[in-house]
């Protein structure tokens, strides 16, 4: 069977317009890593004093480049700093070898760009277990720098993907004190995340200034309740990262901006959407609201039991408002429940109440709900004060396909 | 779609040849509570003095029958003790009412079979959330002891599946210092759990004798070995339930016997690998062996991390030697893994060694293995002595068909 490649049926209708973010430049190349035909290594050229935070996988198993680009992240420069991601080959598991390539990448894109190894930033992503032949990348690097543009940053977003079936771009324009800043951000992934082709990487811009050691809490922080907020198959990939760029080009402070701190939240909250909207085989985009429960983190171990669970991805792919998998999934979550106080919604269709199922309940009106794109299960335990909400997509051939039957 | 009804390729050539076990009698009979044309409900009858032991679900939202037949564990009784179950409704998720239908449903069968309602243990499996019509399993407990047989375990075996498309058992016979008993045990189960219409349900028998504080001992513990070692799609079921009953009719006593032991784990062992082979849409089984953890919880949690990996599951069901997907599970476990001392082999081939892809990998040995029916996949972490071995199967079109298509 050919692998499935047609676009998302979630997919927004076009590219968002992302504004220009001063103080960074974006230059692709297809250096031929793995595809034919396509760009595949993007770089991003910042300037001095930007305050670069991330965050990145904690898998046991990470690559190569997560290892180096998660020592970098932290130490200020008044010298620039670069940004550099090949597609098509993830440089994960593959020993010495994997640490030898980011030694070549990192040290060719120092020299192309006239900044410190220690700030040059590099991902890779796509198939494990290869060696990167990583003289394709750095031989496209000597002519990146003379194609560096403000405005390429959607040709970056086409550069990094992998499975992904269309690229994610988000923006936002911030009031900090009557003056304006701009936050632009890209991401990849299209599986939570498939190791062998896929992983999640975002890069978000800003031309804020904001101090370095509060870019790296606020990242950190909001990771928690975005990124870390959504599941495609529960599968973590090893080499997934997050950095955050802040230029300070526009001269603004934004380090203390209650606006701008909302701001960057919603930019990576609408990446991460975007990427279970491109969730392998996914045909419908799924928020799990958990309320009542005994704290927040039960409320997230809850409501990732049910975004995790095949039996309720299957059932509303199937479009059957099966809340008895959902009682399942909350009783074997692990966290406090009390059968006899639950209540359970899709949409605004309450379905049980108090343990059972609810008096008012319609099968024709929660068999609507299910018909849409966009599916919403509110659970209230009825125990306390914790909430959560996540995000997932459904379990459809559409990805048996892609994971089982393309490679054999 | 229709739903997926052939059985399984993995199943049994035939229901094993079980022994008559002294002291428990079996009937079945067509009560409608769902099903038609087909028996629904089981009876086993047990001979005063049985021990009986028994293990459960963790769920929080587990069933009514499941709180009153936990709360009876335990006790011993110079009077008789009944067993039983109907299939097509579980009884789970209906609030008052389910309490309401175990109290009538125990009282009919205790009056029956002149038994307390104490040493009446039941089950329900099937539908959640729907009531009982428990006035359909009274109205044939009338008839049942006089249908009592010592040969009917099959037709048991038979009466409480819902799901599954072939029943379960498994037998053994033990010399206990030079005298003869055995053990006959039949399960159902063909997901680990859809709460809509399956549930894992196991019912045990011996002529042995048996303390019953040392046989609740022995269940406990061989549980975490073997139906604690299964997966088929990492969803728990609300009504899980093992019991296995002693009646000491052979007058053997089998309370210290290494034999018995070992015997007893290896039919709870042979159940729940046909549990495995009767997953919902499998077709490959799936042994995970993992060896050199830092300790036996590690172990087991790397294992099951690659038991429950949709990607893994989907590479398995293509045939893929797609072991980077097993690095990225490792990773991913939460469990201690140093990347660069892991081992990965699939059967007898060695593919990853030392932290990356072994220099003697062969991807036709590798793929020839995954074209067999039972695949091995092994991994040594090379930290300690941790161990365990768990059993999966593949995710298959198989498994969407059954839980997507067949009721939207």
Not at 29 to 36: D, R
Not at 72 to 89: E, H, P, T
Not at 166 to 178: H, I, L, M, T
Request: net charge negative; with cysteine.
């Amino acid at each position: 069977m050919a692998k499935v490649t047609s676009v998302s049926p979630l997919a927004p209708a076009k590219f968002p317009d992302l504004p220009v973010i001063d103080g960074v430049l974006f230059a692709t190349a297809a250096a031929g890593v793995k595809y034919q035909g396509r760009t595949d290594v993007m770089l991003a050229q910042l300037i001095p004093g930007t305050a670069i935070a991330g965050t990145f996988t904690k898998s046991t198993t990470r690559a190569a480049p997560v290892l180096d680009c998660q020592s970098k992240i932290g130490g200020i420069s008044d010298q620039g700093a670069a940004i550099l991601v090949n597609s098509g080959n993830a440089n994960a598991f593959t020993g010495r070898n994997g640490v030898v390539s980011v030694e070549a990448i990192t040290s060719a894109a120092a020299t192309a760009c006239n900044v410190p190894k220690s700030r040059v930033f590099t991902s890779s992503t796509g198939v494990i277990g290869e060696p990167l032949p990583h003289e394709r990348v750095t031989a496209v690097l000597g002519d990146l720098p003379s194609k560096l543009d403000a405005q390429g940053i959607e040709a970056a977003a086409n550069a990094i993907m992998t499975t992904d079936t269309f690229p994610k771009g988000s923006a936002a324009y911030v009031n900090v004190d009557g003056k304006s800043v701009r936050i632009a951000g890209i991401a990849k992934g299209s599986g939570m995340i498939a190791p062998d082709m896929a992983t999640m990487l975002v890069y978000i811009f800003t031309d804020a200034l904001v101090e370095q050691s509060e870019l790296q809490s606020m990242v950190s922080q909001y990771t928690e309740t975005t990124f870390n907020c959504i599941t495609v198959d529960s599968d973590t990939s090893t080499s997934d990262s997050l950095i955050v760029a802040a230029t300070g080009a526009s001269g603004i402070d934004a380090t203390n901006s209650h606006a701008f701190k909302t701001a960057l939240h919603d930019v990576m909250l609408n990446l991460a959407q975007q990427v279970v909207q491109d969730g392998e085989g996914a045909t419908k985009f799924i928020e799990i609201v958990v309320s009542g429960a005994a704290n927040d983190a039960d409320a997230k171990t809850h409501a990732m039991a049910i975004a995790n669970s095949p039996l309720i991805k299957t059932a509303i792919a199937g479009q059957d408002p099966n809340w008895g998998r959902v009682v399942m999934a909350i009783g074997k979550s692990g966290a406090a429940a009390d059968r006899d106080l639950l209540s359970i919604r899709f949409g605004d269709c309450i379905v049980a109440k108090d343990g059972w199922r609810s008096p008012d309940y319609s099968e024709d009106a929660a068999a609507a709900h299910m018909r849409g794109q966009n599916i919403i299960i509110g659970v209230d335990l009825g125990l306390g004060t914790g909430s959560a909400t996540v995000w997932t997509c459904d379990l459809t051939h559409g990805y048996i396909e892609i994971n089982a039957d393309y490679r054999s």
